[in-house]
Each structure stands twice: as structure tokens, then as C-alpha cells.
């Protein structure tokens, strides 16, 4: 039987291929977690150093990759019937990785003459190999995007003026993707084999260990008492969780598996279940301290410091649960719906836990020391195995830990080929010399007006978030837009905040929306009622990377706190505004003008300008304190 779903194993495994399997995916974890440690070690120390040593870029990249990739075709076969064709495809790999990893950087005949055949034949290998990869463990459409930046590279003085560039050989088109350290072993394949892995093994450690549960039994005895209390526990859980299944959409499937259920059993619609949790697991992307892989990209891409980049996002991330919060009150509200049964277990949960929350603080601590992701994630494994050790009723045993270095290492394989592919697209970009002439175009169409850049690029990550993971999405998007936003005046980590946000709207955003299916799918619901549902829910997507672009929502030394709070107040009005409005409910029912008064005092407060943002929040607080009078009147006797 074969799946149609991408990243999901396409044929049943003999139980070889499993052990084997899970060996080689033991063994890529413990490489991981053994490069950075190794670096601490003098010269000298370790025996054969030029092996078990710590490997330079150039080679711990390929490495990676290779190992990435057999473990790839082991655990995603072309078919039951034709494994002798992933045997031929692990072997062509290992050997065109000996080629890269033996290959004379130092030497120039390749840029005198050109590559010899062997070296072509392995460089043309492990581009191939990747892009199969891609399409069995990601999706055909990232397969198709990469094939399409290596076309346009080869091809590209056949189109039009606009979009024309000099055509390259296959020969050069092959060196510089898999021979510079610019394409297929680029920055962004680097930030996956290093920082993204060992978060994603940290991730697989919280799960094996019940750490992942008992912050979904946390936030369920915390919130789900109240009024809609399942959802807002969801959306609560989703942001405990952040980033540790590495994608909105596992995140979606791992919490919405317990949550949409129990929305549903409250009275949510369906399709308000599966949305809720959707608009709530990809906020987990955008949340600190552990952000989705494009925060690690985004650290790397503007040499800002991951520390500073968590302080800088904590504002607005705290702005999108609230306003997805707020959405699920207000249908809570309209529906007049109750929460859990039963006495709260919050501090019975929390006491039996307590110690798990020891690893998260301490990578929160470390992160924001500015201490390189790649050792804190690697001592946040080391730290939840520890943890886990302190208490009777949570300690694990060898199985359990050999357990999450396999989970860890399957759960990279997308990613790690996902960065790879975006990596041959971002070198096409460098190579032809396009990314200069998308930012002219950027520039033209939008005519110097920002707001219209914005739009454009916001339509820009909906049409490449229909077939990339996020991270590759911003990965493509910060390369070719953002020059141009940077060009009509915003500050470098400013736009590629901006662009990290809205490169996650495409988890939500119809016509595919791959998070509001996955959680129709668990709901029983209509994917595409889902899909709208949760674009709803997930406004904030939009309207919180607008208010980047014309308030201090980013703290930086030049606004402080000051001006991280008036922007924050004014974007939770907008908020407020938006969602009493497209709900009809505040305090009570609100009739047609007032929720025409809330859409007016919102577009108020986004127009940059202090007058007309104190003229719509003074509007936004007259409305309220009418609805709240209106309730007050109607359930007096």
C-alpha cells in the first residue's frame, strides 16, 4: 500500500530494513551530538582526529547530508516491490559523498578546466539524490522548485528581458551548487545539520521522556475550566510546545490528536476544532525561546545574535496567541459554551512535573546568553535525559533514549532536505544574479509605497507556502525580497522578521493550507471550511508583521521598552477591533454599526500617525464600554 502523503513512509518496511533502519539513525544522532562536543577538545587528544575529530563545514555538511539521505531512502522506498533501487541509490550516494569529502578544494584545475567526469558524475548524484528525496519526504512541489531554479540557471537567456540571465553549463551549474559552498552546501543546509538537528533531537527527547505531555496536561489543568476551556487549552499547549516537532503541521497532529476531540465534545464546529488548533500549532513556529528553523536561518542570514532575536520576538508572539485567545473566547462566548467538569489538577500536574521544567529554563537561559544554539540544543538533550532521571515516575531506560535518537534523526530528514533544496534555489539566485532584478521589480510595482511591498510579498510566501515548508519559503523569500524592503527603509532584522512571519501564513491560508488540513483530518471536517476557519483565527499573521513595518514592536536599543509597549498597546487594539468585529460579540451581541465603528477604529490605529491612533483606541474603549453596558442592562431584572 502506498501513501500519498508526503513525509510519511510510502511502503511497509521488512523488519531488516528497520534495524537497519534504526541503526543508521542512532548512529547520524550521536554523530550530531559529538561534532560540536569534539570541538572542545585540544588538538591531539583523540585518536584518528582527522575522523572522530570535529569536522569542518566543507566536510560536516556532505556528511551530513549523505548520511541524511541514506537514512532517507531506507525509511521513504520508491515502492515495496523495487527496494534493489534504493540499495543502488544509497551506494551511488555514498560513493559520490567519498568524491565531495576526498575532493581538492585547494587546488584550481577544476576552475582552469572544469570538473573531471568522476567528479561531475558524484556532483550530478547527490543533486539528484536530494531533489528524489525532497519529493519523497517533503512533497513533489519542492522537488519541482528545485528543478526549476537548476533549469532557469541553465536556460535562463531564452526568457524575457525581466527575467532573463545568462545561461550556464551543466559542468558550472554542477560546481557551484555541490563544489563552493553556495548551493546545495549553503548556509542554510549548514544551520539544519547544526543548530535545526539537535533542537529537533532535543525535541524527540522531550517526547520520549513525557515531557511534551506534561506540558499538555499543564496547560489543560490551567485552562481547561474556563469558559471554552479545551481550546484555549489547545492554543496554550501549542505555545508551551513552540517548535519541538520542528513543523506546524506535526505539531498539529501530536497536540490536535487529544485537543480537537475534546472541542468538539464542548460544542465546537469541526471545522472550529481543526482551525483553533491549526491557527495555535503554527504560532508554536514564531514563539521563543525555541522558534521554528527560520529563527536559526534568520540569526545566521542577518548576524544577529539568537538571544537577541528571541527578546526582539517575544513582544509579537505574545500578541498572536492573545489574539488567537481572544478569538476562541469570543466563540466560546457566542456559543455560550462551559468549560471542563471536575476540580482543577493544575498543581497536582504541576508538582509531578516540575522538573521538566528545569531543561526549558535552562536553554531559555542559554539562548539569551547568546551561547551557540548548536551547544544549547545539545545541552537541552543532555538536560531533559537529566531531568528525567529525577524522579522515580519519569526515568527511562536505554530503549527509551536509543528511541529518541532515532525520532530525532527521522524527523530531520525533511527538514534537512528541505534547507538543501531551498539551498540550490538560493544559489541559482546568487549565480544568475535575479535576486537583484525580483528587488527592482519589488520596488517598480510597489512604487516606493511600503504597505504595498508588504502585500506583495505577503502574496509572494502564499503562492511558495502551497508547496514549501515554511522555512524554506522564508529561506527563498528573504533572499529575493528582502533587499527591496530593506531599499524602501527598514532596518535588516526588521524585514526579515516581517518575512519569517508571513512565510508561516501559508500554514493556514486557502486554497492549501497544510495545518488546517491536517487538523481537519483528525476533526472530521470540511479541509477548506478548516482552512478559513483558521485564517480567522490566525489574523494576526498579517497584522502583527504590518505593525512591525510602522511601530517599534521589535525591541531594539533605539525604542526600548517604552516603544515596544505603545506599539504593543496599539496592535492589540487592532486586535481587539478586528475580532470583536468579524465575531459580533464583545461583552454582549454588537449590533451592525458597532462592529462597523470597531473595523473603522482598527484601520484608525494602523494608520501611523499618533493622532489617528489615539483616535481609534478612544473609539475602541467608547465601543466596548457600550457592549459592556449593553450586558449589563440585559441581565438586569
Given amino acids: 500500500m502506498v501513501s500519498s502523503n508526503p513525509g510519511e513512509p510510502t511502503a511497509p518496511h521488512p523488519s531488516w530494513v528497520i534495524g537497519v533502519a534504526a541503526w543508521v539513525a542512532i548512529g547520524l544522532s550521536l554523530f550530531q551530538l559529538w561534532q560540536p562536543l569534539a570541538g572542545f577538545l585540544p588538538p591531539g587528544v583523540l585518536p584518528f582526529e582527522s575522523i572522530l575529530g570535529a569536522q569542518p563545514a566543507t566536510y560536516f555538511r556532505p556528511i551530513h547530508l549523505v548520511w541524511v539521505l541514506c537514512l532517507g531512502f531506507l ?34 584545475d577544476h576552475l582552469l578546466n572544469g570538473l573531471s567526469t568522476a567528479d561531475f558524475v558524484a556532483g550530478s548524484i547527490l543533486i539528484l539524490a536530494t531533489l528524489d528525496m525532497a519529493r519523497r519526504s517533503v512533497g513533489l512541489v519542492m522537488m519541482l522548485i528545485g528543478l526549476v531554479a537548476l533549469i532557469y540557471a541553465a536556460y535562463g537567456n531564452l526568457l524575457p528581458d525581466i527575467l532573463a540571465t545568462k545561461g550556464f553549463t551543466v559542468e558550472r551549474i554542477v560546481r ?3 563544489f563552493t559552498g553556495a548551493g546545495l552546501f549553503g548556509a542554510p543546509l549548514g544551520i539544519a545539520a547544526g543548530a ?5 533531537l532535543f525535541g524527540a527527547f522531550l517526547q520520549v521522556t513525557g515531557a511534551g505531555r506534561f506540558l499538555i496536561d499543564l496547560s489543560f489543568a490551567l485552562a481547561g475550566r474556563s469558559r471554552g476551556g479545551p481550546a484555549k487549552a489547545s492554543v496554550i499547549a501549542s505555545a508551551a510546545m513552540g517548535s519541538i516537532s520542528g513543523s506546524a503541521i506535526a505539531n498539529t497532529v501530536t497536540t490536535g490528536a487529544l485537543t480537537i476531540p ?12 481543526a482551525g483553533i488548533e491549526a491557527a495555535a500549532s503554527t504560532g508554536g513556529q514564531i514563539m521563543p525561546p525555541i522558534m521554528g528553523a527560520g529563527a536559526f536561518v534568520m540569526a545566521e542570514f542577518t548576524k544577529t545574535a539568537y538571544g537577541d532575536i528571541v527578546w526582539m520576538a517575544l513582544v509579537p508572539a505574545l500578541l498572536y496567541f492573545t489574539s488567537v485567545l481572544l478569538y476562541v473566547h469570543l466563540m466560546a462566548v457566542k456559543a455560550d459554551m462551559t468549560g471542563l467538569e471536575g476540580d482543577g489538577q493544575a498543581l497536582h500536574v504541576m508538582l509531578r512535573g516540575l522538573h521538566f521544567l528545569l531543561p526549558l529554563v535552562l536553554i531559555t537561559l542559554l539562548l539569551l546568553w547568546n551561547y551557540s544554539p548548536v551547544l544549547v540544543g545539545v545541552a537541552g538533550c543532555a ?24 525520532q530525532g534523526a527521522r524527523l530531520a530528514i525533511s527538514i534537512s532536505v528541505a534547507c538543501a533544496v531551498a539551498g540550490i534555489v538560493v544559489g541559482t539566485i546568487g549565480q544568475s544574479g535575479v535576486g537583484l532584478q525580483f528587488t527592482e521589480s519589488v520596488v517598480s510595482l510597489s512604487e516606493g509605497r511600503l504597505w504595498l511591498a508588504l502585500v506583495l510579498v505577503a502574496l509572494a510566501a502564499l503562492v511558495l507556502g502551497m508547496g514549501l515548508p515554511a522555512t ?21 532584522i526588521t524585514a526579515h522578521m516581517i518575512i519569517f512571519w508571513l512565510a508561516q501564513s501559508s500554514n493556514v491560508t486557502p486554497p492549501i493550507a497544510l495545518a488546517a488540513f491536517a487538523g481537519a483530518g483528525i476533526a472530521g471536517a470540511s479541509p477548506m471550511r478548516s482552512a478559513v476557519s ?28 517604552l516603544g515596544v509597549f505603545l506599539g504593543g498597546l496599539f496592535c492589540a487594539g487592532i486586535i481587539v477591533a478586528l475580532a470583536t468585529s468579524l465575531e459580533g460579540v464583545a461583552f454582549a451581541p454588537l449590533p451592525l454599526f458597532a462592529r462597523g465603528g470597531l473595523l473603522l477604529a482598527a484601520g484608525l490605529m ?16 467608547i465601543l466596548l464600554a457600550l457592549s459592556y453596558r449593553w450586558r449589563r442592562a440585559a441581565s438586569s431584572p
Avoid at 528525567?388 to 535518537?405: C, E, K, N, Q, Y
Avoid at 529561506?475 to 524592503?485: F, N, R, W, Y
Avoid at 483565527?537 to 525604542?559: K, Q, R, T
Wanted: aromatic share 12%; with cysteine.
Fill in 176 to 178: 557551484f551548487q555541490v
Fill in 196 to 200: 535545526v538537528f539537535s533542537f529537533v
Fill in 75 to 108: 525509511v521513504y522506498p520508491i515502492s515495496s516491490t523495487m527496494r534493489y533501487l534504493d540499495g543502488l541509490c544509497i551506494g551511488l550516494t555514498l560513493w559520490a559523498g567519498w568524491r565531495i569529502v576526498t575532493f581538492d578544494y585547494q587546488g584550481i
Fill in 534 to 561: 483558521a485564517l480567522r483565527l490566525a489574523s494576526g499573521l498579517f497584522v502583527i508583521p504590518l505593525m512591525m513595518a510602522y511601530s517599534p514592536l521589535l525591541l531594539n536599543p533605539e525604542d526600548g521598552w
Fill in 472 to 492: 524554506a519559503a522564508y529561506i527563498v523569500l528573504a533572499v529575493m525580497t528582502g533587499p527591496a524592503l530593506q531599499e524602501l527603509g527598514l532596518a535588516l
Fill in 383 to 406: 538536560g531533559v535525559l537529566a531531568a528525567s532521571f529525577l524522579r522515580a515516575h519519569t526515568r527511562i531506560g536505554l530503549v527509551d533514549v536509543l528511541a529518541g535518537l532515532q
Fill in 606 to 621: 494602523a494608520w501611523p500617525h499618533p493622532v489617528s491612533r489615539s483616535l481609534g483606541l478612544g473609539l475602541l474603549a
Fill in 262 to 273: 475534546m472541542m468538539k465534545k464542548l460544542g465546537y464546529r469541526p471545522d472550529q476544532a
